[in-house]
């Protein structure tokens, strides 16, 4: 089934987004700049939605074959096929476009000098209040 290939693909490109969200916040958090590439991840994000969108509607489509008489019958298949073909077709470039959008979202991450090579910044943890002596 294309649909559940379709879905299978973009989860494995949110998977990638998820991975450059976590090096970006990375870097981020070692003082690097890294607006450019937010704008690219929320960029990537909105490809994501529309192409999952698309794909559920995808999903819901039945395509019959209204055959008027059997001389025109292999033209009504046919122009349902094309149609069938065509959707398919329109949700592949939108899977493609997500897939393009994240890949763009990690080049621009990779043009961040040495980001693999980051520590996380952790803060310290707070220490925790003293209790009030008991009242005896």
Do not use: C, F, M, W
């Amino acid at each position: 089934n294309r649909t559940e290939h379709y879905s299978k693909r973009l989860e494995q490109i949110e998977d990638v987004v998820g991975r450059v969200i976590q090096r970006t916040d990375k870097a981020e958090a070692n003082g690097r700049n890294v607006a450019e590439v937010r704008t690219a991840i929320t960029a990537a994000k909105s490809a994501i939605a529309a192409a999952r969108t698309a794909v559920a509607a995808q999903a819901g489509k039945t395509y019959s074959v209204t055959v008027k008489n059997e001389a025109t019958l292999k033209q009504n298949v046919g122009e349902t096929r094309k149609a069938l073909n065509n959707d398919l077709k329109a949700v592949h470039n939108l899977v493609k476009a997500a897939h393009d959008a994240v890949r763009i979202a990690a080049t621009t991450l990779g043009k961040i000098s040495d980001v693999d090579k980051l520590e996380v910044v952790t803060p310290p943890p707070a220490a925790a209040p003293t209790p009030a002596p008991a009242a005896q």
